[in-house]
């Protein structure tokens, strides 16, 4: 049998008009709902229901809940419940988009939050509607209170698009909020749920990434797997490189086969082809359809200059049918669509690398996250194959304000056009 809800009291009290304490006053509801309803509620079972005979019942007949539901203006329980549920959603809602108001009674709303994004994750995304509002009120202790909210089962692909979607949502308040103390950086760093849900789920290569990139250096990484641990000191050395410092290769001493992860995998291949080049070799790490392995080392190889690697790579990559990826390798396919174009040009095959470059659409498919720098990749493979112009040369000034690719040179881009189109020309007046 149900149980009776706070909600269902609360609504016959007020439809009552009378707090129901005694003995006379449970007569009184009694008589009244018999009338309202035609159906019988006891003033007994209603003296149970509010407490004022001391009873172990907690369950009631699902007609008695009817009744008592049809009372209250409904049809029955269900509809009073579902009535109920909306209700309460709404007032949610509604309190975390009032950005005006500071939100009272905090940790009940967090307690309320939880049990909903437990029940349907769809509903994360009131996390990140709450994120953006505590920034905008710079309440930053409230935002690290937050994050002391428990999600289960965070990395089920099937909760794979609504973590997206959250974390898209808040980042940008994230990525451009000047915090007003260290310490909040620290302490959502130690955050369990904001690692899990924000660092792991919305990779920053944005130049404004600077937040991100303290939070992950403050992690603690005995709260985390190896594969967490590894993906941090792999982040850190990728934009080490991008800024052109020293790298640590510490994410270098996580051994590749205790890596779970396939994008975590990449960012090893990645740092693991800086730290030794000459002995790199892409073949012992290639597995069918894992393009995730391929994304970070081609952009390494790229700003190295090294066209021998991207061919090499790109030979793995070049018959493989790649049209029924997952919907979150979009953004992956489009590097290794923009290489594959390059590496036809390199092969001496320049319509097939321009049919194959144009057919891709960067903004449509790229990661919210990755646009900017999917952007400067796609202008600079563009001027490797179709040469120099003084549009692309302005689009792709304006393009690296807004990302960490230093090293790309237009020069360098103009240098392989004229290198490989001699080799192309020359091998047609040969044949």
């Known amino acids: 049998m149900p149980r009776i809800h706070a909600f269902l009291m609360e609504d016959i009290v007020s439809e009552f008009g009378e707090k129901v304490d005694n003995l006379s006053n449970a007569k009184k509801l009694s008589n009244e709902i018999a009338k309202a309803t035609g159906g019988k509620v006891s003033y007994n079972s209603i003296r149970r229901i509010f407490g004022l005979i001391k009873t172990p019942q907690i369950n009631y007949h699902i007609k008695t809940l009817n009744t008592l539901s049809r009372y209250c203006g409904f049809k029955n329980s269900v509809a009073h419940e579902k009535h109920n549920q909306n209700y309460k959603l709404w007032k949610l809602v509604n309190t975390i988009s009032n ?257 194959r470059f144009h057919k891709i659409d960067i903004t449509k498919d790229s990661n919210f996250q990755r646009l900017e720098h999917n952007t400067t990749l796609h202008l600079f493979i563009q001027i490797i194959i179709e040469g120099d112009s003084d549009i692309l040369r302005m689009q792709f000034k304006n393009s690296k304000k807004h990302n960490h690719f230093k090293f790309l040179h237009i020069k360098k881009a103009i240098a392989l056009n004229h290198s490989f189109s001699r080799q192309i020309n020359t091998s047609i007046l040969v044949s």
């Open 99 to 355: 950005s005006n108001k500071k939100i009272e009674n905090f940790n009940i709303l967090i307690k309320e939050l939880e049990t909903l994004v437990n029940k349907d994750p769809r509903f994360l995304v009131l996390i990140g509607l709450l994120t953006n509002k505590l920034i905008l009120q710079e309440n930053e202790d409230q935002l690290v209170q937050l994050y002391t909210i428990k999600i289960e089962n965070i990395y089920a692909p099937g909760l794979l698009m609504v973590v997206t979607n959250c974390t898209n949502l808040m980042a940008s308040s994230i990525r451009m909020y000047k915090f007003k103390s260290t310490n909040t950086i620290i302490a959502l760093s130690k955050q369990e749920t904001f690692i899990r849900l924000y660092l792991h789920h919305f990779i920053d290569y944005s130049i404004n990434n600077q937040n991100y990139i303290e939070l992950l250096q403050y992690t603690d990484d005995q709260t985390f797997n190896t594969t967490d641990t590894a993906y941090k000191y792999l982040f850190l050395d990728t934009f080490n490189f991008f800024k052109k410092k020293t790298l640590n290769f510490k994410g270098l001493e996580t051994p590749y086969h205790h890596i779970t992860n396939d994008f975590v995998k990449g960012r090893w291949i990645g740092i693991s082809y800086l730290n030794n080049k000459k002995e790199f070799s892409f073949e012992k790490f290639y597995t069918s359809k894992s393009i995730l392995l391929a994304t970070e080392v081609l952009v390494f190889a790229l700003i190295c200059n090294d066209t021998a690697t991207i061919k090499n790579i790109c030979s793995f990559y070049e018959n493989e049918n790649l049209k029924y990826l997952h919907w979150y390798y979009k953004n992956e396919k489009i590097i290794i669509d923009l290489f594959l174009a390059l590496n036809n040009f390199l092969n001496g095959n320049k319509k097939k690398a321009s049919v």
